[in-house]
């Protein structure tokens, strides 16, 4: 590909940059943070037209940490209190083989660069128990958070999946797998073959189609709100927040924004998204746009540390990850 055309394709479209760092910035930035404690509560989002987004409400970037390549999604696992970062090192559908997972201490620390090696274009992590689930091209892998060690690997690649791009997990332990169906052909052209769907594996590892449509609007970000019993779905390539029920043939439109969603958590009474079109992570719980982060150009599949309320955001094109605290 051609690495110039390419990224200068994909900042104009709000997509995924392809380049690669020559060299890794130094691995952190450790300086110290003051922790808070909250506990957190699943928003429910109401449905709402989209006025005029309001004011940011003051969060606040405690640390920037570099050292990654091409980063896509930020996790904390609450339990070893780590947060992972997925590293696509290179193109987002190269079968390369030079993707990792990274473990990051909540100082800013990288207390291990390439914890997990291997894989193509990670992108999406979900975790559950023990077990951290990440998505990969057309593959889902599994892998044991505590050491790194594989457990499970489940191709979706009969199923026809283009672009697996983010997960969440169900109470019943069931996995639901965005498929943004975007490819890029030899010159850095975006193309959209689709279909858009998100596919579901069960327990029992099978793997159905859960949604499909264009509706879905190249889906993106998907995460569990446990209190509306739903899923909250964002479009990258629309500009809706939906929410969808497994059995629902369609999702329903929540709120509307700028678009080019990436990311999107439930943080306490928020409901946080990512957003590619205009450098932000705002809020939509109550249907309205509000700007709670601003100026972090090509924010990705953004984390969420509820100990702390931090929001954990993958600078996609910047090889960086930032922390920022909620007020």
């Known amino acids: 590909m051609k690495t110039t055309l390419l990224c200068l394709l994909i900042v104009a479209l709000g997509a995924a940059c392809l380049q690669r760092a020559d060299r890794a910035p130094p691995a952190s930035d450790t300086s110290a943070v003051r922790e808070t404690t909250a506990t957190p509560s699943p928003a429910t989002p109401a449905p709402a037209a989209a006025p005029a987004a309001a004011p940011a409400p003051g969060a606040t970037k405690l640390a920037v940490v570099e050292g990654f390549l091409t980063p896509e999604s930020v996790l904390h696992d ?168 497994p059995g629902d043939k369609a999702p329903s439109v929540i709120a509307k924004g700028p678009g080019g969603f990436d990311g999107v958590e439930i943080a306490g009474s928020r409901l946080l998204v990512s957003s590619w079109t205009d450098s932000t992570v705002s809020s939509y719980e109550t249907g309205q746009e509000v700007k709670v982060i601003t100026g972090v150009p090509s924010p990705a599949d953004i984390g969420y540390d509820a100990k702390r309320k931090r929001v954990l955001i993958p600078v996609f094109s910047g090889n960086r990850v930032e922390i920022w605290q909620l007020p």
Not at 88 to 106: L, M, Y
Not at 170 to 182: K, N, R, S, V
Not at 234 to 239: E, L, P, S, Y
Request: glycine content about 14%; cysteine-free; overall charge neutral.
């Open 78 to 245: 609450p339990v070893q209190d780590i947060y992972f970062v997925s590293n696509i090192n290179g193109g987002p559908t190269a079968k390369d083989n030079n993707g990792f997972i990274s473990r990051v201490r909540p100082d800013g620390a990288v207390e291990n660069l390439k914890f997990i090696e291997g894989g193509h274009a990670p992108k999406g992590l979900a975790i559950r128990g023990d077990t951290l689930w990440v998505a990969d091209i057309d593959m889902v892998r599994s892998f044991d958070a505590k050491t790194g060690a594989p457990r499970d690997s489940v191709s979706l690649a009969g199923l026809g999946a283009v672009f697996l791009n983010d997960i969440a997990i169900a109470q019943t332990g069931a996995l639901y797998i965005t498929d943004t169906g975007i490819r890029f052909d030899d010159v850095g052209n975006m193309l959209h073959p689709g279909p858009d769907r998100i596919f579901r594996i069960g327990s029992d590892r099978q793997v159905t189609v859960a949604v499909r449509g264009d509706t879905l609007g190249r889906p993106n970000g998907i995460t569990l709100d446990s209190v509306g019993k739903r899923f909250i779905v964002v479009q990258f390539g629309g500009r809706s927040v939906l929410a969808w029920k």
